[in-house]
C-alpha cells in the first residue's frame, strides 16, 4: 500500500486485536493519545494498517486472519518486535515521528536500546516474581529479570520525559527522586461500568490461560471443591478438562462481555488483581473472587462486589458456594482513588512530549 497520507505519528504494535490483552491494552492507549493529542497516526500492526484520527481508527488494509487465535505464534511473539524495530528505524531516516506500542516488558533491554531515539513507548508491563525457582524459566524471572528491570528503568528515564505502567506491579523498584516521572495503571482506564442487569443465570465464568504466571493450580483446587455442586460454570480461553464445565474456546470480547452481563462470579487469578478480564467483569457488575493475599491490595473497586478467599480452605468455600444468598444484588462502584487515578491519567497526555513528524516532511 501506498503510503501517501499525511500522519503526525507512525506506530508499531505486535498486536493490535480487539480481543487479546496486548491488543486491547494498545488500543486503547492510542486512541487515547491521538484523542488528546488531536492528532492522525499510522499504525502497522500483525493485525493491518490502520490509520487513527482524533481518537477514530480506520483499517486500511487486511495482512492477517488470527482474530480466533489466543495464542500467538513463536513468529508473532519473537520475530515480530525486530521487524518493528526496523519498521520504525526506516520512519525515522524518513524524519516521521515513531512510537512502539505494545509488547514492552521492562525486561527486555533489546527494545529499548535498539529503537530509534525519540521513539515514543506505549504503556510498559512486568511484574516481580516472588514465586519458588523451579526451573530456568522462573529462574530468569526471580533473578536475572530484576537486574534488566533497574537497567531498563534508567534507560526509559533518559529516553521519555513520562513513563506509563499498565499496572502498579513494579512499583518497588521507583526511586523516589523519579516518582513524578512515572504513573500507573493504565489498564484501569478500561473501567466502564454498565447498566446493572439483574437476570444473571451463569454462575462462574472462568478465563483460562495456561502459562505459568496464572495461578491455575490454586484456582482449579478452589473449582474441585465447589465443582459438585451443580454450578454452571463456563469457561473460556484455552480448554480446561473438567467434566462439569462448559468450555466455549476462544470467542469476541464482546461476545465475552455479553455473557458477563448473565454471570454472578468470575475468579481472579494470576499477579494482577486488575487484569482486563477482571476489569471487563466489573464492568458488567460482576462479583469478583480473589485469593485473600489481595485483601487490603484493592484500592480502586468498592469491596461491595468483591469476595477474597482462601483457595486451599475447602470446607470455607463449600459453604460459600453453597449459600445463594451470596449472589450479591449490587453494582459496581469505584473509590475516590479511583477518581485520582482518572487525574493523573489526564496529566498525562497533557504533559507527555511526542517528536511527531515535522510539518515540512508530512508526504
Not at 20 to 29: F, T
Not at 167 to 192: A, C, H, R
Amino acid at each position: 500500500m501506498k503510503n501517501n497520507q499525511r500522519y503526525d505519528l507512525y506506530c508499531w504494535a505486535c498486536d493490535f486485536s480487539a480481543n487479546r490483552g496486548e491488543g486491547i491494552l494498545a488500543r486503547h492507549y492510542i486512541q487515547n493519545l491521538s484523542k488528546k493529542k488531536q492528532k492522525k497516526f499510522f499504525i502497522k500492526s500483525s493485525e493491518g494498517i490502520f490509520s487513527i484520527n482524533k481518537g477514530l481508527i480506520k483499517k486500511l488494509n487486511k495482512i492477517s486472519t488470527n482474530k480466533t487465535k489466543l495464542n500467538l505464534s513463536f513468529f508473532e511473539n519473537y520475530l515480530y518486535p525486530i521487524y518493528g524495530i526496523i519498521y520504525l528505524w526506516i520512519n525515522y531516516f524518513k524524519k516521521r515521528g515513531v512510537c512502539y506500542l505494545n509488547f514492552l516488558p521492562l525486561w527486555n533491554s533489546f527494545l529499548f536500546i535498539l529503537l530509534p531515539p525519540n521513539t515514543h513507548f506505549g504503556p510498559i508491563t512486568g511484574f516481580i516474581y516472588k514465586k519458588k525457582v523451579f526451573n530456568i524459566n522462573s529462574f530468569f524471572r526471580k533473578y536475572i529479570c530484576l537486574v534488566l528491570f533497574k537497567l531498563n528503568i534508567n534507560i526509559l528515564y533518559k529516553r521519555q520525559n513520562l513513563i506509563y505502567f499498565s499496572t502498579d506491579l513494579l512499583k518497588p523498584l521507583i526511586k523516589k527522586k523519579f516518582k513524578k516521572k512515572v504513573l500507573f495503571n493504565y489498564l484501569l482506564q478500561l473501567v466502564n461500568i454498565k447498566k446493572y442487569d439483574s437476570k444473571k443465570n451463569i454462575d462462574i465464568m472462568i478465563y483460562n490461560r495456561n502459562y505459568s504466571v496464572k495461578n491455575n493450580s490454586l484456582r482449579n483446587k478452589l473449582l474441585q471443591s465447589i465443582i459438585k455442586f451443580k454450578l454452571n460454570i463456563i469457561v473460556v480461553g484455552d480448554y480446561l478438562s473438567y467434566n462439569k464445565v462448559r468450555n466455549l474456546g476462544f470467542i469476541s470480547r464482546k461476545k465475552i462481555s455479553s455473557l458477563l452481563k448473565k454471570t454472578k462470579f468470575v475468579i481472579n487469578t494470576g499477579e494482577n488483581p486488575y487484569n482486563i478480564f477482571t476489569i471487563d467483569a466489573f464492568n458488567n457488575n460482576v462479583n469478583i473472587v480473589y485469593e485473600n493475599i489481595f485483601l487490603g491490595k484493592i484500592k480502586f473497586f468498592k469491596k461491595n462486589k468483591l469476595i477474597f478467599l482462601n483457595f486451599k480452605d475447602n470446607i470455607k468455600n463449600k459453604i460459600f458456594f453453597k449459600n445463594k444468598k451470596n449472589f450479591f444484588l449490587k453494582p459496581s462502584s469505584v473509590t475516590k482513588d479511583y477518581s485520582a487515578l482518572k487525574q493523573e491519567n489526564i496529566s498525562y497526555f497533557n504533559k507527555v512530549k511526542i517528536n511527531y513528524t515535522s510539518k515540512f516532511n508530512k508526504i
